[in-house]
Structure formats: C-alpha cells, structure tokens
C-alpha cells in the first residue's frame, strides 16, 4: 500500500524568505501523481501544485515549486517570496495512475506560520 | 462552473442521531469521493462512487456509514447513531473522469455532542 509522510509538524518562514516543506512517499507504483494542497482555516483544499511521476522536469507555479527525487522518492515543496497568505496547513497528496485506484493519499500536513 | 457544493457547512448532531452530508459535483462529473479529517490529520479516503454505483468502499467504517451517488441528485454520505468520534471534516471531491484530477469542496465539520 502507498504511504504519505510529512515529517515536519510545523514549519515557520519570515515574510520575503524562502521555506522549504518535507515529503517522502511510499509506492511500489511507476505511473503516478503528486499533489501540494494548501489548507487555510476556511478548510478549503487549495490545490497548489501538481507533479506527474513520468516527468522529470520540476513542477512550478509562480512562487511555488518543487524538488521531485523519484529515486528518493521525495517531493519537496519550495515556496519563494514568502507573504502572510502562505500561511496554512499543507499537505502532500500521491495519486496512482493505474486502473481503478485513483484515490488520493494524504501526509498529515505541516503546519506552515509566516512571521511579519 | 460552480465548484464542488457541500452542505451543509456545519452540522451538529447529538449522540444517537443521524447526520446526512450532502454534496453536489461539479457540472459534468459523474464521480465523487468522500474523505474524513479528524483534527490535526490528513484526509483520509472513505469511498469512491459513480453514479449510481459504489466502486470502492474500503475506507468507509462497516457500520453505521453509508454513501450512494443516485442518477439525479446530490451525493449523500449517511452516518447513523453518530457518536463522539465521528467528529470530523467530511470532504467531497468530483471528477469528470477515470484517472482524471479531483476538485474539492469546503468540507462538512460534524460535531457529536
């Protein structure tokens, strides 16, 4: 079965500085997604980035990028320029490509503070 | 294109009773998911339906929870004789397709008091 980890609980950025957030994934599958959903306290799943597995070029999106080690099976987050907006909870997500199974598996999220 | 409707947004309900989260997908998308996030957790997958069927179940609790995805209508997720524990977030997300990306709504916070 796939696994998601996140191992940082909380992480603290000051305004303007860069953060990066931690994941590790567990898959004996080739063909796969990832996924950066960011959480605010409105709940809403905000999909932040997405990465497909048989890509090897890093995914990005304005601010926003990632470090995909496919070997290593990491899928960091890097987030630019930070803004008191960043602040949320995320959560790295892995979604099979395969037939059948495309449920999405969930890390327990970092909880991410911006300092002013 | 509205986005992934549920309601409703908060629902209390005492120990006992019956809770029934509703969630409308987005035009189009003939499949749905529900997750619960217990607080500080993850989501986590409960069950995967189109319409009128239920493809995959293996997240969902043996008893007492129930989903269906009818031809015309919202999805339902059916929690009966709630106790504390069901106190969570529940999640809906639809796709238009196999193996295409999911969009999520605001969620439903139940509360068990």
């Known amino acids: 079965a796939q696994t998601v980890t996140q191992s940082q609980p909380e992480m603290s950025v000051q305004e303007a500085e860069t953060v990066t957030l931690s994941c590790t994934y567990d898959?004996?599958?080739?063909?796969?997604?990832l996924f950066w959903y960011k959480q605010p306290p409105s709940r809403q799943m905000i999909l932040v980035i997405r990465?497909?597995?048989?890509?090897?070029q890093n995914a990005t999106e304005n601010r926003f990028s990632v470090n995909f080690q496919k070997a290593a099976k990491s899928f960091s987050l890097k987030i630019s320029d930070s803004q008191l907006g960043d602040a949320a909870m995320y959560f790295c997500?892995?979604?099979?490509?395969?037939?059948?199974?495309?449920?999405?598996?969930f890390g327990t999220g970092t909880r991410l503070k911006v300092l002013a | 294109n509205a986005g992934v409707m549920q309601n409703p947004r908060h629902l209390v309900r005492r120990r006992g009773q019956e809770a029934r989260l509703r969630c409308s997908p987005m035009?189009?998308?003939?499949?749905v998911y529900w997750y619960r996030q217990l607080p500080e957790e993850g989501l986590k997958f409960m069950v995967y339906?189109?319409?009128?069927?239920?493809?995959?179940e293996s997240g969902m609790p043996k008893e007492r929870f129930s989903a269906e995805f009818p031809k015309e209508g919202p999805s339902i997720l059916r929690i009966q004789q709630v106790v504390r524990g069901d106190s969570a977030a529940y999640f809906c997300?639809?796709?238009?397709?196999?193996?295409?990306?999911?969009?999520f709504g605001q969620g439903t916070r139940l509360t068990v008091v």
């Open positions: 997300a639809s796709a238009p397709g196999l193996n295409t990306e999911a969009f």
């Open positions: 997500a892995y979604r099979s490509a395969n037939s059948g199974t495309y449920k999405y598996i």
């Open positions: 339906l189109q319409k009128e069927n239920i493809i995959d």
């Open positions: 990465q497909e597995a048989y890509k090897q």
């Open positions: 898959t004996s599958e080739s063909d796969y997604y």
């Open positions: 035009k189009g998308h003939s499949h």
